[in-house]
């Protein structure tokens, strides 16, 4: 059936902010169907509430909302733009909720808006645990016995009947978020009582537990007449009872018998059309008890997933740009399969021949309080994926590509002759943790065998036996040692998947002795194409990985090239706004005629999508497989600052290596990262920094405190996202960090800088030429106050409380340090503003990184110009003049940046807000002054504005003055004050009514009980120093469990109160209509 003629306009709404189980999957679907509906001839409409995203740039649709996804929002829009067609399927759990919403609240039916990809009763009977169950008991197909439960007495009554371990899942919730798995009724009240709590129509589904069986996914397409394909087979390494998102996962499945695997696609396909989902991808989840076979559906997704991202880069097969054009009446056979250059149609079912394996990368060390035990609730921030001919190869590829610092199945440290260790290893193996693919390693080394390990850990013993050879490799190895390697055996070894760093710890040699070793050897890999039909057709699409056999498929071009290396996998400091800066680096020199090669390892992103560039290289990015790429491609240049500190990594190496870097010299990006270097620098250029030393042992760390003075900030060299970084206010804080956080030496010292209390934090980012032009693209002024990692922090642009003069300062300071540093490219600054009593600024210099920063995106959504397409251009010659890019756009409007937290995940983890960055995800608000925008960021955020109540504040001694006139604006608004004794005693004397409560240490009832008892609306609570922050840690723990908005800093407060105003209030306006406004050019 041809595509409709009825249909004009299409609605798509997106995923939100970055989360724990939503990541940058849901912007490539986005984007793709942007595309895919844009090139029909559709008019489309796009909302999402993230600016980080490429789906939001004002060329992905033509009309895009950075907009709450709440269908309140919504609503306004759909009344302003007036679809004929809703397709909620491309963005993930959050977009299905909101189309419900707007159904079941009479929108969809009142502005005659259709839905399409998914229908309102398909997504229920997919969502509702309970309609799911009987709908495949009607088709003849087993679900674990379960029981739905919406309250917690009925959960316990169930439980009896399904027996312990218990399985809980709530419904409609994202990542698994709520569940978990209850071996005593301690637990199962827990988990049930935050289920219920979690899942928007509060019932939780208590099921038997499949624990240790096999589990496996399907993709499936389906089209209006009824053809269905699976794209591909998904095996979990992990046994079932560790999320999906969590699992090392492997396609195609490599333990199924043929007959197993029809059985799985048969019933995959009638599960699909049994739920009604009558266009478009989905996924479904299977377990199997590999004891008698019996296999039960353990759930499905009616929309576009985190597993259709990765089966369709693991297959080449584009499942959303498909299910996007399904969604308007097409049919599979009248779709042709773009990689194979429309040889075969979209019918064709993708056949693959070679192995894709996805590792998870977690970031445990950003929430040391967090459980990192694995179960059915997501936890892992980001995805590796990598391809090889053989599961051992692409294993190995996937572990390097993890950026942990493993160059393989690297030891765990363990002492494998010691009985304790022993005994932690095998209860890493027996409760799955983030490392235990090492661990497993590890158990073949200390003399475990096969069947000794499957029992501990129900991984099949088809993929230990894969491990335990590699184990057994390496022995030989390490035993041979270097001098033994030949070329057959060389060329054995790569053909495994170990990398030269890998061989050279074997060996007791370094990475460079292996590389010059086979290079003499001419041991080389070839590349092979991603072509979705096991090279039955030719493909003229360049989308290919490394592998060591004999014909390479790369046929590089003669052309002017330019490769672009990508962020790799997703974590916290390096999410999304890098591969933004990526791709949009890709499409600006690929409209200048040059060739574009991205070289990335990340399975979600836009930048691994085969057209985003003109070639694209899924590998890991290392050292080994980058000088390979470069060897065979010859580019004119390499980009690095746009990825995040991923590449920048490897930028003196390649340099070393003869590879030309382009852009801002490598020499000055080291220079930026050198203290001692960059003091002089600054020194030169008259300007001021806090004060700060650079200690190499711990004697010499707390004689330098001495002379700096306290509160410090302290902190390793070398660092992205403030890793290990913490304010300490005295000697006791200053010996304990180092004795426990960082290991002090002379080649890694510890940096120590006077913090400045109470300043406002500023980030400029500007563009250079090589003429040394700069344009300044946008200041932001933070809402948190300096100490705020300036990734968790909010902030508006234009600034909201600065003056004309100090801003100007500030663009005079930047444009210097851009000349001094030589900058080509990106730069972004980040300034203290301290005033004195006589309102004074004294202007301190933070950090400057000559690089591509996380507020990239945010500001070329708020200001109209493209900064990272301008910054690239620059990088390969082009000046601003040319580009006709000299003048800042400062709108007339606000735009507000708001972060997002994943502390709901992570039980006992203190939300408080710090030096260490650990927001996953942004939203923006955009509004005619500062309050309207914060208001927009904030509900765009998810975060509640506090109905009238009672309001708890607590804060520290220097905050006191600061936080009055926030008390006066709240009693103003007819709120009640309730405070801990000390503040209470300020406020009385300064004529505010409040009254006292007890601290946790004082005696109940104290303010923990008030929060559970649901009597305080509001939370204000600022701690210094060690002691106080545990002390009062339990206050905001309790705040987050019971869903009670809270502020941990003043500035954070002023803001919250000062936007109440403006909530759920205000027109909508598309960025086009914005950008319009400003005249900008894109």
Same mark, same amino acid.
């Given at each position: 059936?041809?595509?409709?003629?009825?249909?004009?306009?299409?609605?798509?709404?997106?995923?939100?902010?970055?989360?724990?189980?939503?990541?940058?999957?849901?912007?490539?679907?986005?984007?793709?169907?942007?595309?895919?509906?844009?090139?029909?001839?559709?008019?489309?409409?796009?909302?999402?509430?993230?600016?980080?995203?490429?789906?939001?740039?004002?060329?992905?649709?033509?009309?895009?909302?950075?907009?709450?996804?709440?269908?309140?929002?919504?609503?306004?829009?759909?009344?302003?733009?007036?679809?004929?067609?809703?397709?909620?399927?491309?963005?993930?759990?959050?977009?299905?909720?909101?189309?419900?919403?707007?159904?079941?609240?009479?929108?969809?039916?009142?502005?005659?808006?259709?839905?399409?990809?998914?229908?309102?009763?398909?997504?229920?009977?997919?969502?509702?645990?309970?309609?799911?169950?009987?709908?495949?008991?009607?088709?003849? !197909?087993?679900?674990?016995?379960?029981?739905? $439960?919406?309250?917690? /007495? @009925?959960? %316990? #009554? +169930?439980? &009896? *009947?399904?027996?312990?371990?218990?399985?809980?899942?709530?419904?409609?919730? !994202?990542?698994?978020?709520?569940?978990?798995? $209850?071996?005593?009724? /301690? @637990?199962? %009240? #827990? +988990?049930? &009582? *935050?289920?219920?709590?979690?899942?928007?129509?509060?019932?939780?589904?208590?099921?038997?537990?499949?624990?240790?069986?096999?589990?496996?996914?399907? /993709?499936?397409?389906? #089209?209006?007449?009824?053809?269905?394909?699976?794209?591909?087979?998904?095996?979990?390494?992990?046994?079932?009872?560790?999320?999906?998102?969590?699992?090392?996962?492997?396609?195609?499945?490599?333990?199924?018998?043929?007959?197993?695997?029809?059985?799985?696609?048969?019933?995959?396909?009638?599960?699909?059309?049994?739920?009604?989902?009558?266009?478009?991808?989905?996924?479904?989840?299977?377990?199997?008890?590999?004891?008698?076979?019996?296999?039960?559906?353990?759930?499905?997704?009616?929309?576009?997933?985190?597993?259709?991202?990765?089966?369709?880069?693991?297959?080449?097969?584009?499942?959303?740009?498909?299910?996007?054009?399904?969604?308007?009446?097409?049919?599979?056979?009248?779709?042709?399969?773009?990689?194979?250059?429309?040889?075969?149609?979209?019918?064709?079912?993708?056949?693959?021949?070679?192995?894709?394996?996805?590792?998870?990368?977690?970031?445990?060390?950003?929430?040391?309080?967090?459980?990192?035990?694995?179960?059915?609730?997501?936890?892992?921030?980001?995805?590796?994926?990598?391809?090889?001919?053989?599961?051992?190869?692409?294993?190995?590829?996937?572990?390097?590509?993890?950026?942990?610092?493993?160059?393989?199945?690297?030891?765990?440290?363990?002492?494998?002759?010691?009985?304790?260790?022993?005994?932690?290893?095998?209860?890493?193996?027996?409760?799955?943790?983030?490392?235990?693919?090492?661990?497993?390693?590890?158990?073949?080394?200390?003399?475990?065998?096969?069947?000794?390990?499957?029992?501990?850990?129900?991984?099949?013993?088809?993929?230990?036996?894969?491990?335990?050879?590699?184990?057994?490799?390496?022995?030989?190895?390490?035993?041979?040692?270097?001098?033994?390697?030949?070329?057959?055996?060389?060329?054995?070894?790569?053909?495994?998947?170990?990398?030269?760093?890998?061989?050279?710890?074997?060996?007791?040699?370094?990475?460079?002795?292996?590389?010059?070793?086979?290079?003499?050897?001419?041991?080389?890999?070839?590349?092979?194409?991603?072509?979705?039909?096991?090279?039955?057709?030719?493909?003229?699409?360049?989308?290919?990985?490394?592998?060591?056999?004999?014909?390479?498929?790369?046929?590089?071009?003669?052309?002017?090239?330019?490769?672009?290396?990508?962020?790799?996998?997703?974590?916290?400091?390096?999410?999304?706004?890098?591969?933004?800066?990526?791709?949009?680096?890709?499409?600006?020199?690929?409209?200048?005629?040059?060739?574009?090669?991205?070289?990335?390892?990340?399975?979600?992103?836009?930048?691994?999508?085969?057209?985003?560039?003109?070639?694209?290289?899924?590998?890991?990015?290392?050292?080994?497989?980058?000088?390979?790429?470069?060897?065979?491609?010859?580019?004119?240049?390499?980009?690095?600052?746009?990825?995040?500190?991923?590449?920048?990594?490897?930028?003196?190496?390649?340099?070393?290596?003869?590879?030309?870097?382009?852009?801002?010299?490598?020499?000055?990006?080291?220079?930026?990262?050198?203290?001692?270097?960059?003091?002089?620098?600054?020194?030169?250029?008259?300007?001021?920094?806090?004060?700060?030393?650079?200690?190499?042992?711990?004697?010499?760390?707390?004689?330098?405190?001495?002379?700096?003075?306290?509160?410090?900030?302290?902190?390793?060299?070398?660092?992205?996202?403030?890793?290990?970084?913490?304010?300490?206010?005295?000697?006791?804080?200053?010996?304990?960090?180092?004795?426990?956080?960082?290991?002090?030496?002379?080649?890694?010292?510890?940096?120590?800088?006077?913090?400045?209390?109470?300043?406002?934090?500023?980030?400029?980012?500007?563009?250079?030429?090589?003429?040394?032009?700069?344009?300044?693209?946008?200041?932001?002024?933070?809402?948190?106050?300096?100490?705020?990692?300036?990734?968790?922090?909010?902030?508006?642009?234009?600034?909201?409380?600065?003056?004309?003069?100090?801003?100007?300062?500030?663009?005079?300071?930047?444009?210097?340090?851009?000349?001094?540093?030589?900058?080509?490219?990106?730069?972004?600054?980040?300034?203290?503003?301290?005033?004195?009593?006589?309102?004074?600024?004294?202007?301190?210099?933070?950090?400057?990184?000559?690089?591509?920063?996380?507020?990239?995106?945010?500001?070329?959504?708020?200001?109209?110009?493209?900064?990272?397409?301008?910054?690239?251009?620059?990088?390969?010659?082009?000046?601003?003049?040319?580009?006709?890019?000299?003048?800042?756009?400062?709108?007339?409007?606000?735009?507000?940046?708001?972060?997002?937290?994943?502390?709901?995940?992570?039980?006992?983890?203190?939300?408080?807000?710090?030096?260490?960055?650990?927001?996953?995800?942004?939203?923006?608000?955009?509004?005619?002054?500062?309050?309207?925008?914060?208001?927009?960021?904030?509900?765009?955020?998810?975060?509640?504005?506090?109905?009238?109540?009672?309001?708890?504040?607590?804060?520290?001694?220097?905050?006191?003055?600061?936080?009055?006139?926030?008390?006066?604006?709240?009693?103003?608004?007819?709120?009640?004050?309730?405070?801990?004794?000390?503040?209470?005693?300020?406020?009385?004397?300064?004529?505010?009514?409040?009254?006292?409560?007890?601290?946790?240490?004082?005696?109940?009832?104290?303010?923990?009980?008030?929060?559970?008892?649901?009597?305080?609306?509001?939370?204000?609570?600022?701690?210094?120093?060690?002691?106080?922050?545990?002390?009062?840690?339990?206050?905001?723990?309790?705040?987050?469990?019971?869903?009670?908005?809270?502020?941990?800093?003043?500035?954070?407060?002023?803001?919250?109160?000062?936007?109440?105003?403006?909530?759920?209030?205000?027109?909508?306006?598309?960025?086009?209509?914005?950008?319009?406004?400003?005249?900008?050019?894109?």
């Amino acid at each position: 059936m041809p595509k409709r003629t009825d249909i004009k306009t299409v609605l798509i709404i997106g995923a939100g902010p970055i989360v724990i189980g939503q990541a940058c999957e849901f912007d490539y679907s986005g984007a793709q169907a942007c595309k895919a509906l844009r090139d029909e001839g559709y008019r489309v409409v796009l909302v999402n509430s993230n600016p980080a995203t490429i789906m939001t740039d004002p060329n992905m649709a033509d009309a895009v909302y950075i907009e709450p996804i709440n269908w309140q929002t919504v609503e306004k829009i759909i009344a302003k733009e007036k679809p004929d067609a809703l397709l909620p399927t491309m963005g993930g759990q959050t977009a299905l909720n909101c189309a419900l919403d707007l159904a079941d609240n009479g929108v969809l039916e009142k502005y005659n808006v259709e839905l399409i990809g998914a229908k309102r009763e398909a997504i229920r009977m997919a969502e509702d645990r309970e309609l799911f169950r009987v709908a495949m008991k009607e088709i003849g !197909l087993e679900c674990p016995k379960a029981e739905v $439960a919406r309250t917690l /007495e @009925e959960a %316990i #009554d +169930i439980q &009896t *009947r399904v027996g312990y371990p218990t399985i809980i899942r709530p419904s409609f919730t !994202l990542g698994g978020s709520g569940g978990g798995i $209850a071996y005593n009724r /301690e @637990e199962l %009240i #827990d +988990i049930v &009582t *935050r289920g219920l709590e979690l899942s928007p129509t509060t019932e939780v589904l208590v099921e038997e537990s499949v624990l240790g069986w096999k589990e496996f996914e399907m /993709e499936v397409v389906r #089209d209006t007449a009824d053809n269905c394909i699976i794209v591909c087979s998904i095996e979990n390494f992990d046994a079932m009872g560790v999320h999906t998102g969590d699992s090392i996962t492997v396609a195609p499945a490599q333990t199924l018998t043929d007959k197993e695997y029809q059985r799985l696609r048969d019933a995959s396909i009638a599960v699909l059309r049994k739920i009604g989902v009558d266009t478009g991808g989905s996924n479904v989840q299977f377990g199997i008890n590999a004891q008698n076979g019996r296999v039960v559906v353990i759930e499905m997704n009616p929309r576009v997933s985190r597993s259709s991202a990765l089966a369709s880069k693991a297959t080449g097969f584009p499942i959303a740009k498909i299910a996007a054009k399904l969604a308007v009446g097409y049919t599979l056979d009248e779709l042709r399969n773009e990689i194979t250059g429309g040889a075969t149609p979209a019918s064709f079912e993708p056949s693959i021949d070679y192995v894709v394996t996805k590792i998870p990368r977690f970031a445990f060390e950003k929430f040391p309080q967090a459980d990192a035990r694995l179960t059915t609730q997501m936890k892992s921030v980001g995805e590796v994926m990598a391809m090889g001919r053989t599961f051992q190869e692409s294993l190995q590829k996937a572990l390097r590509g993890l950026e942990t610092g493993k160059v393989g199945l690297d030891p765990t440290g363990l002492d494998l002759g010691n009985e304790l260790d022993l005994v932690k290893l095998r209860r890493e193996l027996k409760e799955p943790g983030p490392e235990r693919m090492f661990h497993i390693g590890d158990a073949f080394r200390a003399g475990m065998s096969v069947e000794d390990v499957h029992a501990l850990s129900f991984v099949d013993p088809w993929f230990l036996d894969q491990i335990e050879e590699l184990i057994a490799t390496e022995g030989e190895i390490a035993e041979a040692g270097l001098g033994a390697l030949d070329k057959p055996r060389m060329r054995a070894l790569k053909r495994m998947g170990f990398s030269d760093a890998r061989i050279a710890q074997l060996t007791g040699t370094d990475e460079t002795a292996v590389r010059t070793l086979r290079r003499a050897f001419g041991v080389r890999p070839v590349y092979k194409r991603v072509d979705s039909c096991a090279a039955e057709f030719a493909t003229t699409t360049a989308y290919m990985y490394s592998t060591y056999e004999d014909e390479c498929e790369a046929n590089p071009s003669n052309r002017d090239k330019i490769i672009v290396l990508g962020g790799g996998p997703n974590r916290i400091g390096q999410g999304i706004e890098f591969d933004y800066c990526c791709v949009h680096a890709a499409l600006a020199l690929r409209e200048d005629g040059y060739e574009t090669i991205m070289v990335n390892c990340n399975p979600e992103t836009v930048s691994t999508d085969y057209d985003t560039s003109d070639r694209l290289y899924f590998e890991p990015l290392t050292l080994e497989d980058v000088l390979e790429i470069a060897d065979l491609e010859k580019p004119k240049g390499v980009i690095v600052q746009y990825g995040g500190q991923t590449p920048l990594k490897l930028a003196r190496a390649l340099e070393a290596n003869g590879v030309p870097i382009i852009g801002t010299s490598p020499d000055s990006i080291d220079l930026a990262e050198d203290r001692e270097r960059f003091q002089k620098l600054v020194q030169d250029l008259g300007l001021a920094q806090p004060i700060n030393r650079t200690a190499r042992n711990p004697d010499e760390a707390l004689m330098l405190a001495n002379q700096i003075g306290y509160p410090m900030v302290v902190r390793p060299s070398y660092v992205l996202g403030g890793r290990a970084m913490e304010i300490v206010y005295s000697d006791a804080d200053l010996t304990r960090y180092i004795r426990d956080a960082v290991k002090v030496s002379n080649d890694s010292p510890v940096l120590l800088d006077r913090f400045l209390d109470n300043a406002v934090e500023v980030d400029v980012d500007i563009i250079a030429d090589r003429e040394g032009r700069v344009l300044i693209g946008g200041v932001m002024e933070h809402i948190e106050e300096a100490g705020v990692h300036s990734g968790d922090s909010s902030c508006s642009l234009p600034p909201y409380s600065l003056s004309a003069g100090t801003q100007e300062k500030l663009r005079e300071q930047v444009v210097a340090l851009a000349k001094a540093l030589k900058v080509v490219g990106l730069m972004n600054t980040q300034f203290a503003i301290q005033t004195d009593a006589q309102g004074n600024d004294t202007i301190f210099l933070i950090e400057v990184n000559p690089r591509a920063s996380r507020t990239v995106p945010f500001v070329s959504k708020a200001t109209g110009m493209a900064l990272a397409k301008i910054a690239a251009r620059c990088m390969v010659g082009q000046t601003l003049a040319s580009q006709g890019a000299l003048e800042e756009i400062v709108p007339d409007y606000y735009s507000v940046k708001e972060a997002i937290f994943p502390f709901a995940k992570f039980q006992g983890v203190d939300p408080i807000l710090g030096p260490e960055m650990r927001s996953t995800g942004e939203v923006m608000g955009v509004g005619k002054n500062f309050g309207a925008a914060m208001a927009r960021a904030q509900e765009a955020g998810g975060i509640k504005a506090p109905p009238v109540g009672k309001v708890f504040i607590s804060v520290r001694d220097p905050d006191k003055l600061r936080v009055l006139p926030v008390a006066q604006e709240l009693l103003r608004r007819g709120y009640s004050l309730v405070a801990t004794s000390g503040t209470q005693a300020f406020f009385a004397e300064h004529g505010v009514s409040c009254e006292s409560v007890n601290k946790v240490t004082e005696g109940r009832p104290h303010i923990v009980d008030l929060i559970k008892n649901g009597e305080i609306v509001y939370i204000i609570n600022t701690t210094e120093g060690r002691q106080a922050i545990s002390d009062s840690f339990s206050i905001r723990r309790e705040a987050l469990q019971q869903r009670v908005t809270y502020s941990t800093t003043v500035s954070g407060a002023r803001a919250l109160v000062g936007s109440l105003d403006y909530r759920g209030k205000g027109p909508v306006w598309s960025l086009q209509e914005l950008h319009a406004q400003i005249g900008a050019a894109s």
